[in-house]
């Protein structure tokens, strides 16, 4: 039995994905996690506020969610007997890749403060793995961590030609980066793995069977070559 008081929060744009109510609502209902969410186009904004009324409860921890993962309550049991196994970590997430691309959402950096590129599995057979950087998808906040934090939490930096291409700083990396410089220390639990849910595309191919593709592999360079025509 958990001595946390859990509140979630999430920012959700007007659409979404079925599959994780789904999950959300059964998981948040058999463990009596109530849901504190805001509509909008801004989602930096909307997240914002959210956190900032699990605040003005009695929580001890907010658990932040993004309309796209898919859990489980058993991933949700394990995120948080890790955590009370390591009461010193601040910021909990769980292991998640990215959508579209084979990437881990997560930055770590090595001795010298350089952002590591390859990642082996060696540095995750700890229980928990200290990073940089993590993600709002299904991760665990002490709001004892979090309430004097310096504000704006999530805002975003143009490159420095003032666009938002290649060297901008999003909302999210940007909270991570100001929970790190405030002394906040942040981790992946590495026995707690969620899906990232996204869209596909099946085509038939010559034989009548299915050719997955994503629809930015669509953008990019058509259909697949293999597809019935």
């Known amino acids: 039995m958990t001595h946390m008081k859990i509140v979630a929060v999430l920012s959700i744009p007007r659409l979404g994905f079925n599959d994780f109510w789904g999950a959300t609502l059964a998981t948040l209902t058999q463990r009596n996690v109530p849901l504190l969410r805001y509509t909008g186009a801004f989602w930096d904004q909307c997240l914002t506020r959210a956190l900032e009324d699990a605040l003005a409860t009695d929580a001890t921890h907010i658990l932040t ?21 390591n009461p010193g970590i601040d910021a909990l997430a769980a292991i998640q890749v990215a959508r579209c691309r084979d990437q881990l959402l997560c930055s770590i950096r090595n001795e010298d403060g350089i952002e590591v590129t390859a990642v082996y599995r060696s540095a995750f057979e700890q229980p928990v793995t200290p990073v940089d950087t ?46 790190k410089q405030h002394g906040r220390s942040l981790a992946l639990a590495n026995r707690v793995a969620v899906g990232h849910l996204e869209l596909m595309i099946a085509w038939p191919d010559t034989n009548m069977r299915a050719i997955y593709q994503r629809p930015n592999e669509l953008k990019a360079g058509g259909p697949p070559l293999a597809k019935w025509s």
């Open 134 to 179: 993590a993600h709002f998808g299904f991760t665990l906040i002490s709001t004892a961590a979090l309430r004097d934090l310096p504000r704006p939490w999530l805002i975003g930096q143009p490159d420095q030609n003032g666009s938002w291409r290649e060297g901008r700083v999003d909302p999210d990396i940007a909270f991570w980066r100001t929970w």
């Open 65 to 85: 969610l993004d309309y796209d993962t898919l859990f489980s309550g058993d991933d949700l049991d394990a995120l948080v007997s890790t955590a009370e196994a």
